[in-house]
Every structure is written in C-alpha cells, then in structure tokens.
C-alpha cells in the first residue's frame, strides 16, 4: 500500500488549485484500471485523502462517482473496496460490448473512414509484444475498442464505454494471465482494420462479433477457476 500510495501523491500535481471530486475519481479510476489498486482492495479515505491533499469530503464523493461507476463497492461497517466482478458481471460486460461494437461498426456508414486511431492502437500492441510487455499489449487492446468506438463520434457513447470497458480492466486484474489472454488478438485486431480499410463493413462486424464471442469464452473460463478458488472477496 505505501508504493501505491506514493504512486497516488504523484498524480497531487495533477488536482491544482481547483481540486474537484471528479478530478479526484479520474485519478483513482485510471489507478484501479492500471492494477496499482487490484479487485478487492480495501481504499483507506485517511491515506489516499493524504496522499492526494484532498479533504474528506472531496474523497467520499469521488468514491460516490466510482460506486456508481461499478468500480468500487461500499460494505457496511467495513468501508470501501474495488469491486471484485461476479462471472455474470462479466458476461454482461461483453453482452454490452457486442451490442454496442457492433451496433457501431454497422452504423459507419460509406467508406473510407477515419482509421489513424485504430491504426495506432494496432501498433501500440504489436510494439508492446516485441517487448514482452504483455500488461502493455492489453492496454492497447482496449485503447483499439475505445478507438473503434469513438468512430460513432458519439459522446455518449464514449462515456458508456469508458465506463464499461473500466470494469472490464477488473476481470483482466483478476484473471493476470495477460499473454494468453491478449496475444492472440493482435492479428484480429490487424483482420478487423484491414476489413475497415478496404471498405468491407460487414466482413469487419462479423469479425468483431467472433473476436468478442471467443474472448468472452476465454475470460470466463480462467475467471470461473480463479473466483472460484479465491472466493469473491479475494
């Protein structure tokens, strides 16, 4: 917890002089989604308040906003803890992103379309796997669907799926086989651009349809065992 917390008054800079709550949970939401605070953990308002230079009151309302969020859960006389997600909360997490990513996809309209946002995020990955840097490579994972996403060029959108693909990072937290789990979608993600780039909609949906069903198997299958044998509150 000190080297979390130490990361925590790094980010102090970042509030200056007009500290709000929202600032305060877009800080912890991007340290919950970087692991610096894994599924489970107990979130100590004396600590974090402290590290960050923000009052009590300022805190609990940013744990409020990440509460709603599904981020972060409050038990009764036990306090606040990121939120450790059921395998139904999982599968309802990729429920949501088929309907959406593909909603999206089939929506785009006549080509060409504005792809130097996919196109980066395929790099992104393919540098982070040159590196071994696996953790990394999920990262660019999901910066490909928010790319893929924001081709919508809804706000609304955006902010659904930041919020969606922010629970998502938890399950991947849990299930930290991060090389099994992401290798094998970089070359779909290379299939899914390459189809967007040539124009074909429909080839890339139903590309985006499979990728999104075999990824589902495969977390499942590695969440069930993991919860399962730590229990929900590991």
């Not at 006549?110 to 990394?136: C, I, N, Q």
């Not at 924001?150 to 930290?176: G, I, N, P, Y």
Request: charged fraction near 30%; aromatic fraction near 6%.
């Amino acid at each position: 917890m000190a080297e979390q917390l130490r990361g925590l008054a790094d980010d102090r800079a970042l509030l200056g002089r007009t500290s709000t709550a929202e600032r305060v949970s877009d800080i912890l939401r991007s340290r919950i989604a970087e692991g610096y605070f894994p599924p489970g953990t107990r979130l100590s308002e004396d600590s974090i308040g402290g590290a960050l230079g923000v009052s009590r009151n300022t805190l609990r309302e940013a744990f409020r906003l990440l509460t709603h969020e599904r981020l972060l859960v409050h038990e009764l006389n036990r306090g606040v803890f990121v939120r450790v997600l059921t395998v139904e909360d999982v599968e309802d997490i990729y429920r949501t992103r088929r309907l959406v990513e593909c909603a999206v996809v089939r929506g785009l309209g006549k080509p060409p379309y504005e792809l130097d946002g996919l196109a980066g995020a395929v790099e992104e990955g393919r540098r982070a796997a040159r590196e071994g840097d696996w953790k990394e490579v999920g990262t660019a994972n999901i910066h490909f669907h928010r790319e893929l996403v924001a081709l919508a060029a809804s706000e609304r959108t955006d902010e659904l799926m930041r919020s969606v693909f922010a629970e998502l990072r938890l399950a991947f937290h849990v299930v930290d086989e991060p090389q099994r789990l992401h290798e094998p979608y970089i070359a779909r993600n290379v299939g899914i651009l390459q189809a967007l780039q040539a124009g074909e909609r429909d080839r890339a949906e139903e590309l985006l349809a499979g990728y999104l069903d075999d990824s589902l198997q495969r977390v499942v299958d590695v969440y069930r065992r993991r919860v399962g044998d730590e229990g929900p509150g590991a």
